[in-house]
């Protein structure tokens, strides 16, 4: 992906000089006449670095600056001027600027500043990618989990974190195979070290295959620079490889060849790159039926699954779902709120083809959409109310009787148990039950309730 550079200037010439050398070095060229421009460029599009005259027309360089870096915008820039002095270079760098040049200057000096302003740039928005996954509670006990399935996963994560053994993560979607991906790297002697995601199903291959091994310049066309890969970001670390069934024969050797001798080469590249990476590989797929249909590599799988770790679906971590509402509830603000045991009932109860990511989705669009400090059955997505049952005030919903039932007698008792639970609201129970009002209060007064 090309870079994005801003040229700020009121001289249309330098403006010009500066496009054509810097698109012949493969960048993204933009321009603005003045710094009203220069503020409306980056409102439009913010660029990957600025090259900045300081005597601009409404408003000046240096205000400029002062208002990006008061704004929050932290891409380098590079500020340019015809009446260079040190009073105002050190200005400018007290402002926030990356590098001050005097006009005339030499093309390939300002090109060297961009190439090492771009890396400075880059290599602190790793440090604080780095700080800030350190910061986060990434261990064991940040994940929710009181179910018994969970807990056993739990307890293999914690067994097996501080080894150097390469792990399958299998589950359905939305189960949260990243997050123990992330908790067994937090809980390893790496956790100081990156923590690299890849989704091999989001890429094709040949894309997939310059992400993991990086790249040289001149490797392919658009490849103006070089480029390491994830496997060379992660070294030292962990690299999760999510969606793993999905990567295709080229990247099966390739990534076959790492885990065998910790060595590859970038594409277009000959020189052999060393790393010691541990690998964590996930997926919601049949591993075994893709080497049965020859998608999959049998010698890969057994390198990928020395410690298979297989995470339940929600629909079978049922005591997990209540903390995970408590928690889901907390995350996006709605501590004070709570949920209805009706509509507690119907989290039991539905399935959850989404797992828990579905149970986050849902919560969040419940605590934006209701209004009410109690989150009802009205509250939730029909597809969840759908099988709900009315059931009495424990855990038990109505059984039909060996010996037979009178009709009359099952509906004035469904009717009961559905006041009960409204609180004796006519208008609440006639909801429960499936029936206007009118209707309902029509078969009261006919039993006589």
């Known amino acids: 992906m090309k870079r994005r550079v801003l040229i700020a ?22 321009e603005a006449a003045d710094g009203k421009e220069a503020l409306s460029g980056i409102s439009e599009q913010e660029p990957d670095l600025m090259v900045l005259d ?18 929050g915008h932290r891409f380098p820039v590079i500020m340019l001027t015809a009446h260079g002095n040190v009073q105002t270079a050190v200005e400018a760098m007290k402002a926030g600027a990356s590098e001050y040049l005097t006009k005339p200057f030499d093309l390939e000096e300002l090109k060297l500043s961009i190439e090492k302003a771009l890396k400075m740039s880059e290599l602190a928005a790793e440090v604080d990618r780095l700080r800030e996954e350190l910061e986060q509670d990434w261990d064991v006990e940040g994940i929710v989990a009181t179910d018994q399935n969970m807990l056993g996963v ?6 097996v974190a501080p080894t150097s053994a ?26 100081t070290r990156p923590f690299i995601s890849v989704s091999a ?39 999760f490889l999510d969606e793993i069934g999905d990567i295709g024969p ?31 590989s996930a997926t919601n797929q049949d591993l075994q039926q893709l080497i049965a249909d020859g998608a999959f590599r049998e010698d890969l799988y057994y390198r990928l699954n020395v410690v298979p770790i297989t995470i339940p679906p929600l629909r079978k971590r049922l005591d997990d779902i209540a903390p995970l509402v408590a928690h889901f509830l907390e995350k996006y603000g709605a501590q004070g709120r ?11 109860e539905y399935q959850w083809p989404g797992n828990v990511r579905e149970l986050e989705n849902t919560i969040e669009r419940m605590v934006i959409l209701s209004h009410s400090d109690e989150i009802g059955l009205d509250d939730l997505p029909a597809e969840i109310r759908a099988g709900v049952n009315v059931c009495d005030a424990g855990t038990r919903c109505f059984v039909l009787p060996e010996s037979g039932l009178d009709l009359e007698e099952t509906e004035m008792d469904f009717i009961k148990q559905a006041l ?16 206007t009002t009118k209707t309902l209060e029509a078969r009261m007064q006919r039993f006589g309730l």
């Open 9 to 30: 200037d009121d001289e249309k010439n330098m403006r010009w000089v500066l496009r054509q050398a810097l698109e012949a070095e493969g960048y993204d060229v933009a």
């Open 166 to 191: 390469t792990i399958m993560l299998y589950g359905e979607s939305g189960t949260g195979k990243e997050l123990v991906a992330r908790a067994l790297h937090r809980l390893s002697e790496r956790a």
């Open 338 to 348: 709570t949920i209805s045991p009706e509509a507690m009932r119907a989290f039991v």
């Open 201 to 239: 199903g989001a890429l094709p291959e040949t894309l997939l295959e310059s992400e993991l091994f990086g790249y040289e310049k001149g490797a392919f066309t658009g490849a103006m620079t070089a480029k390491p890969g994830r496997f060379e970001m992660a070294n030292g670390g962990t690299l």
């Open 250 to 280: 080229a990247v099966q050797v390739k990534l076959l060849r790492v885990l065998q001798e910790r060595t590859f080469e970038r594409l277009g590249g000959t020189r052999s790159i060393e790393v010691d990476v541990r690998v964590i």
């Open 154 to 159: 739990l307890q293999t994560v914690q067994r």
């Open 420 to 435: 009960e639970r409204a609180g004796g609201s006519a208008p609440k129970a006639a909801k429960l039950l499936g029936l």
């Open 54 to 71: 300081h005597k601009m027309p409404a408003p000046d360089g240096m205000e400029v600056l002062r208002r990006l870096r008061g704004k």
